[in-house]
């Protein structure tokens, strides 16, 4: 059927992310999934930028699964609620270090695509919540989206998994993590290498593999240590990793830009994003590391999860 006429002013702005790059991208096929998307867009009075619109027509490539995918995204943005979540709480997520996101200069796998590094040893879900774990991984996306070409060459998680164990194993918080990944952000996901992953990996990987599509079950790699080099050059990954990349003196460094690109950028894009928008996070838990009262209903939602992630495994090895 023929296109309606693009209402631009409905269903975009100038608001960028980064510099605008992607949109450059706009072009034959492309251009026409772009419009294809903004006429549905303006039919739902829907308001999202040029950049932000081309970074799902790159990552989704047809109108219909982006636009599924913009609508879950001001969804998750009106329920992690930016607005009132200040780079001090960020800050607290990000100084537990169980990740390591290069960003000056990037760190890229042999394939091109852009480099998260995660260090199962100082990875303590318990600890935040799925609001918190959530909303530091789409601010280190975004710097991604923003400030690279991601959603040309995509995205690989390297992950130390042999501190991976069933006492820091949360579905819900790995599910809504995943789901974000695969079904929410504008990004494209490369490849998923998990390094001399232990016995229990299996147990939690066919938990895992309830809720992962099977298109990202497919980009799943469990390596060896020797193994890396074949997919990343060892100056490029860190020492937890056996690699030579000293993430210790780029940590400060990594900080101040994700600083500055939240207060900046991240933040009033996304408040402006939703300031219509009922405020209701039904799905995430409000925290604060200062909150007592958010401290002790932590505890019992750990008990909950517990019990919850032992009945689903339970589950899963009787059916």
């Known amino acids: 059927s023929a296109l309606l006429p693009v209402i631009t002013g409905m269903a975009s702005t100038t608001d960028f992310f980064g510099n605008g790059d992607a949109i450059s991208l706009m072009t034959g096929s492309k251009a026409e999934v772009r419009d294809e998307l903004k006429n549905k867009l303006a039919e739902k009075n829907m308001v999202f930028s040029d950049e932000l619109i081309a ?88 710097i991604f989206l923003a400030k690279s070409r991601t959603w040309e060459k995509g995205v690989s998680s390297f992950s130390l998994a042999n ?48 809720w992962v599509s099977e298109k990202m079950a497919n ?20 020492s937890y990793l056996k690699g030579d990349l000293d993430e210790s003196a780029i940590f400060e460094d990594w900080l101040a830009h994700l600083k500055e690109f939240y207060e900046a950028t991240l933040q009033p894009i996304w408040t402006e994003m939703v300031k219509d928008e009922e405020k209701s996070v039904p799905d995430m838990d409000h925290w604060h590391p200062n909150d007592k009262v958010s401290k002790k209903r932590e505890k019992g939602k750990e008990r909950k999860e517990r019990e919850e992630g032992e009945k689903l495994i339970n589950h899963v090895f009787l059916v």
Request: proline fraction near 5%; include cysteine; charged fraction near 20%.
């Open 55 to 142: 970074w799902f027509v790159l990552s989704r490539k047809t109108a219909d699964a982006a636009l599924e995918s913009m609508l879950q995204y001001k969804k998750w943005v009106t329920m992690l609620d930016f607005e009132n979540i200040t780079w001090s709480m960020l800050e607290h997520e990000f100084r537990r270090e169980y990740v390591t996101a290069p960003v000056n200069p990037f760190s890229q796998a042999k394939d091109g695509s852009f480099c998260l590094f995660l260090n199962s040893k100082k990875y303590k879900p318990q600890r935040a919540g799925i609001r918190m774990l959530v909303a530091a991984q789409w601010v280190m996306v975004h």
């Open 163 to 210: 501190h991976f164990s069933l006492k820091n194993f949360y579905p819900s918080i790995q599910k809504a993590a995943m789901d974000s990944m695969q079904s929410v952000l504008p990004v494209r996901v490369k490849a998923n290498y998990v390094v001399d992953a232990p016995m229990v990996f299996n147990i939690m990987w066919k938990v895992a593999s309830l």
């Open 219 to 238: 980009r799943l790699r469990v390596v060896g240590f020797s193994d890396l080099p074949e997919y990343i050059d060892k100056s490029a990954y860190p």
